[in-house]
Nanobody, 121 residues
Framework: QVQLVESGGGLVQAGGSLRLSCAAS????????MGWFRQAPGKEREFVAA????????YYQDSVKGRFTISRDNAKNTVYLQMNSLKPEDTAVYYC??????????????WGQGTQVTVSS
């Protein structure tokens, strides 16, 4: 069983930056594909970004391309989401996810508990 714990959320002004972290335990992190999803109030959870187990392939939702960067450190069992040029519409609870195959259609086996990101205008 894989446990995922997110951190790094908070309140930021539009145009600002935040870096989310997700620490994994209980499994073989280096073989897992990792991703980030988000859910805004009243909306469905949506895919944001994913990264393959090696870090060699990354995938992004169109609305975050060029602003967000997903990365991983397999030595630290941690995946990151660097978010720049944040917009109010990026406000959501961000969830870390783990699965077997990275991609735009990312089948998730494990979820974190989520961290709130609020972008003020």
């Amino acid at each position: 069983q894989v446990q995922l714990v997110e951190s790094g959320g908070g309140l930021v002004q539009a145009g600002g930056s935040l870096r989310l972290s997700c620490a994994a335990s209980g499994g073989t992190f280096r073989w897992l594909s990792m991703g980030w999803f988000r859910q805004a109030p009243g909306k469905e959870r949506e895919f944001v970004a994913a990264i393959s187990w090696s870090g060699g392939s990354t995938y992004y939702q169109d609305s975050v391309k060029g602003r967000f960067t997903i990365s991983r450190d397999n030595a630290k069992n941690t995946v990151y989401l660097q978010m720049n040029s944040l917009k109010p519409e990026d406000t959501a609870v961000y969830y870390c996810a783990a699965g077997n195959v990275a991609g735009i259609n990312f089948p998730v086996n494990y979820w974190g508990q989520g961290t709130q990101v609020t972008v003020s205008s």
